[in-house]
């Protein structure tokens, strides 16, 4: 049977510069390394001394618009290089991936991102070589080197947020496919929806009823609404969980049954060693 357990890592910027390296394929060296994680409500951005120390936080709010997620991006960018040695590796995480054949972003809930050469366009604002990787398979990867899948062949890993990313590492690896769609649990569909899911809520990708519209920041708020008439952030359904609200409780076990499906859905096909949240 399939472990679980919950990552220990304090930042996703983090692990966006612990794995520098986005493409996964040149070691990590001593160099700092400056790390940006490009969320759907946030951008952080960290600086890593070589030994892993800490050296520099700061988060933002993500803009709406494209250009000014890139002018964001690239300012804090400069902003954490006077925190960082000569020589530091940039690493960017950010939801959806780059089509291997046209290199455009595409798959992101971020919507003004899809469709944009935002690895080029940052590197040619930068002027400098960056490496960017989906959010989730960077996670997955700095899970199952030295976090809570260390040890474990197959790591299968769910970052929940503002919507629902998947990464999947074997044998030390980032499973991406030749089309780079490996691991996106979140676009696949709703396992055995009950008579409360339906009629299937409609996903950005086109699609009708993709987990990511249940199982996120997101669907936790709009479960909530429809549930209690009450307008409410995810963040704010867990605080008044912990202090014992029966509605907001009820909906956060609506979700984890939710999660427990995709996890059973993901067990009858690849049936990992453990999964990471």
């Not at 409780?249 to 859905?265: F, G, N, Q």
């Amino acid at each position: 049977m399939a472990g679980w357990s919950r990552s220990s890592k304090s930042s996703s910027a983090i692990i966006s510069a612990k794995m520098t390296s986005c493409a996964m394929t040149t070691p990590i060296t001593a160099a700092d390394r400056i790390g940006i994680d490009l969320g759907g409500t946030k951008i952080d951005a960290i600086v890593l001394s070589g030994e892993g120390s800490v050296r520099y936080e700061k988060r933002v709010a993500t803009p709406k618009d494209y250009d000014a997620i890139l002018e964001a991006i690239v300012g804090l960018v400069y902003e954490a290089q006077a925190h960082a040695g000569q020589g530091a590796t940039i690493g960017i995480g950010a939801p959806g991936s780059a089509s291997p054949r046209t290199g455009l972003w595409r798959n992101a809930n971020i919507l003004v991102c899809n469709g944009k050469p935002m690895s080029d366009d940052i590197e040619r604002l930068l002027n400098r070589p960056i490496r960017m990787e989906n959010d989730a398979n960077c996670f997955a990867l700095s899970e199952a080197h030295d976090g809570a899948g260390s040890g474990h062949a197959v790591v299968a890993c769910f970052t929940i947020g503002t919507a629902l990313g998947g990464g999947l590492v074997i044998d030390g690896k980032v499973r991406r496919g030749p089309n780079n769609e490996a691991a996106e649990f979140g676009h696949t569909p709703m396992p055995w929806p009950n008579e409360s899911e339906w009629p299937l809520i409609p996903c950005f990708c086109g699609k009708n009823g993709c987990v990511e519209q249940y199982v996120s920041g997101t669907g936790l708020a709009r479960d909530y609404r429809k549930m209690t008439g009450e307008d409410l952030k995810g963040p704010e359904i867990v605080a008044k969980a912990s202090q014992g609200n029966g509605e907001a409780i009820a909906a956060i076990d609506r979700l984890a049954d939710r999660l427990a499906r995709l996890t059973a859905a993901i067990v009858n096909v690849i049936d990992p060693d453990i999964f990471v949240i």
